[in-house]
């Protein structure tokens, strides 16, 4: 029987991505400056095993290494993050040119393998310097970042044509600033607010730098982790409970890029947490992006639970379902919700799926291989759903796996995998999973086999 083929369009950007603090190490090398996740990691405690991201992949001096494992599986994009410290120790003023030379040597290397780069500003990894003036809380960090939009852009605008700006702001905002897991550790959830009003600013004054200082093949977004919302039964409470986390993880950023506003039941909700907006803000927040990248990992399913934090709500999780290592449950029609209701409630001109992958326990056999089973299921998956969005209007021009290799999660440090490589870290050897070489079949056949 001959294989049937999900093809996808001709022109579809197949990628993976990374952000600088996960891989790049040499986090005080060459002039650069400290960042909040440098000094948090290094706080006892705030870190699974207290793992740093000092040397994390080393990529900083292993990038040829890496973009020629790109190479070898075919990929077309690469989406990944700038590290502002490296490039302005001070997070304002003085420039780095050893900083800015990486990324340039970087670009150039991509390029010469035809593998476009797609440069997140913001993967969260602020200078601590300004962290110390009020971080993301003080306004004056978004006439920062608009600064420091224009110096990347100089330096890289006549290579690289696509841009995100940040990636992820409500995990900076409410991880960073309400539940305190993440740097600055603060819990407050009027901070937090406030900080994804300044996140919002400073993306639109980013965007319209890089329009500015750019050329007319500059494209410019930002990417969102959105999920999708089902109330736990069709009881009022919990439709009420489901839209209400709609509201604060998707449509709090959503609606003031697209449509200018933020969401009228939230600001309701939100009552006296509301965060200062001044005449005018609003519209430039709404400037027109160019693509909107969506990171999907997991859906939650929301109970009203009147006693549980500010929202009142809690999330069950289906005893019978698969779960990955972050105890997300896998449910690849999520994907295609989202993409859909993205593209009827806010039609961007297209849409890219910046990350969506997924953590399991990865052994390195005695052969030396590691057999990521669940990874490759888990990516076919979401593809095939991919696959019918697009098929159904979506306009959907590409797809990152998150992540090209194993790198430091965050406060989970080195115990969850996400990578399409597996990294040994006391020997930085790099080999290739299972899963990368099933991705390398599917970018050469441009679709995924049945
Ligand atoms: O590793 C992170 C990434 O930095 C942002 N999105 C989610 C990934 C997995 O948790």
Same mark, same amino acid.
């Given at each position: 029987?001959?294989?049937?083929?999900?093809?996808?369009?001709?022109?579809?950007?197949?990628? *993976?991505?990374?952000?600088?603090?996960?891989?790049?190490?040499?986090?005080?090398?060459?002039?650069?400056?400290?960042?909040?996740?440098?000094?948090?990691?290094?706080?006892?405690?705030?870190?699974?095993?207290?793992?740093?991201?000092?040397?994390?992949?080393?990529?900083?001096?292993?990038?040829?290494?890496?973009?020629?494992?790109?190479?070898?599986?075919?990929?077309?994009?690469?989406?990944?993050?700038?590290?502002?410290?490296?490039?302005?120790?001070?997070?304002?003023?003085?420039?780095?040119?050893?900083?800015?030379?990486?990324?340039?040597?970087?670009?150039?290397?991509?390029?010469?393998?035809?593998?476009?780069?797609?440069?997140?500003?913001?993967?969260?990894?602020?200078?601590?310097?300004?962290?110390?003036?009020?971080?993301?809380?003080?306004? /004056?960090?978004?006439?920062?970042?608009?600064?420091?939009?224009?110096?990347?852009?100089?330096?890289?605008?006549?290579?690289? +044509?696509?841009?995100?700006?940040?990636?992820?702001?409500?995990?900076?905002?409410?991880?960073?600033?309400?539940?305190?897991?993440?740097?600055?550790?603060?819990?407050?959830?009027?901070?937090?607010?406030?900080?994804? +009003? +300044?996140?919002? %600013?400073?993306?639109?004054?980013?965007?319209? @730098?890089?329009?500015?200082?750019?050329?007319?093949?500059?494209?410019?977004?930002?990417?969102?982790?959105?999920?999708?919302?089902?109330?736990?039964?069709?009881?009022?409470?919990?439709?009420? *409970?489901?839209?209400?986390? /709609?509201?604060?993880?998707?449509?709090?950023?959503?609606?003031?890029?697209? !449509?200018?506003?933020?969401?009228?039941?939230?600001?309701?909700?939100?009552? /006296?947490?509301?965060?200062?907006? %001044?005449?005018?803000?609003?519209?430039?927040?709404?400037?027109? @992006?160019?693509?909107?990248?969506?990171?999907?990992?997991?859906?939650?399913?929301?109970?009203?639970?009147?006693?549980?934090?500010?929202?009142?709500?809690?999330?069950?999780?289906?005893?019978?379902?698969?779960?990955?290592?972050?105890?997300?449950?896998?449910?690849?029609?999520?994907?295609?919700?989202?993409?859909?209701?993205?593209?009827? /409630?806010?039609?961007?001109?297209?849409?890219?799926?910046?990350?969506?992958?997924?953590?399991?326990?990865?052994?390195?056999?005695?052969?030396?291989?590691?057999?990521?089973?669940?990874?490759?299921?888990?990516?076919?998956?979401?593809?095939?759903?991919?696959?019918?969005?697009?098929?159904?209007?979506?306009?959907?021009?590409?797809?990152?796996?998150?992540?090209?290799?194993?790198?430091?999660?965050?406060?989970?440090?080195?115990?969850?995998?996400?990578?399409?490589?597996?990294?040994?870290?006391?020997?930085? !050897?790099?080999?290739?999973?299972?899963? *990368?070489?099933?991705?390398?079949?599917?970018?050469?056949?441009?679709?995924?086999?049945?």
């Amino acid at each position: 029987m001959s294989e049937k083929i999900l093809k996808f369009p001709d022109d579809f950007k197949w990628g *993976a991505a990374t952000a600088s603090y996960q891989i790049e190490g040499a986090f005080r090398e060459d002039g650069k400056g400290l960042s909040i996740w440098d000094v948090f990691s290094h706080i006892p405690g705030r870190i699974q095993e207290d793992d740093t991201g000092d040397v994390a992949c080393d990529h900083y001096h292993r990038y040829r290494e890496d973009v020629k494992n790109m190479k070898k599986i075919g990929l077309k994009a690469y989406r990944f993050s700038i590290s502002w410290p490296r490039v302005i120790p001070e997070g304002r003023g003085k420039i780095n040119e050893a900083g800015l030379d990486f990324y340039d040597r970087l670009v150039d290397e991509l390029l010469k393998v035809d593998i476009e780069p797609f440069i997140t500003l913001y993967h969260w990894d602020l200078p601590q310097t300004l962290q110390e003036k009020g971080g993301w809380k003080n306004r /004056d960090t978004v006439g920062y970042f608009s600064d420091y939009a224009a110096v990347v852009s100089h330096r890289l605008g006549d290579r690289v +044509h696509s841009w995100i700006t940040h990636n992820e702001p409500w995990v900076v905002s409410f991880l960073g600033h309400a539940f305190g897991t993440h740097p600055p550790g603060i819990m407050d959830f009027s901070t937090a607010l406030q900080v994804s +009003h +300044h996140l919002l %600013l400073s993306h639109a004054g980013a965007l319209e @730098v890089l329009k500015n200082t750019g050329n007319d093949k500059t494209r410019v977004g930002i990417t969102l982790n959105l999920s999708s919302a089902h109330p736990a039964t069709d009881k009022e409470e919990d439709i009420k *409970a489901a839209k209400i986390f /709609d509201g604060f993880i998707n449509r709090w950023f959503l609606d003031p890029i697209f !449509k200018g506003s933020y969401p009228p039941d939230m600001l309701d909700y939100y009552k /006296d947490n509301v965060p200062e907006i %001044l005449p005018g803000d609003m519209g430039v927040i709404s400037r027109k @992006v160019d693509f909107l990248g969506v990171n999907y990992y997991t859906r939650h399913i929301v109970k009203a639970n009147p006693e549980e934090g500010i929202l009142g709500i809690s999330f069950l999780k289906p005893g019978e379902a698969e779960y990955t290592e972050m105890g997300w449950e896998v449910y690849p029609e999520g994907i295609y919700e989202v993409l859909k209701r993205v593209q009827d /409630d806010y039609s961007p001109e297209s849409i890219y799926i910046t990350e969506n992958g997924a953590a399991f326990q990865d052994r390195l056999d005695k052969e030396g291989k590691v057999e990521d089973k669940k990874r490759i299921n888990y990516l076919k998956d979401h593809l095939c759903h991919i696959h019918k969005a697009i098929g159904e209007g979506v306009r959907l021009k590409g797809y990152f796996v998150w992540s090209l290799m194993d790198n430091f999660e965050w406060t989970y440090g080195y115990s969850r995998r996400f990578g399409l490589i597996y990294v040994d870290y006391p020997t930085q !050897k790099r080999i290739f999973k299972e899963s *990368a070489i099933w991705y390398k079949k599917v970018i050469e056949n441009n679709g995924i086999s049945q």
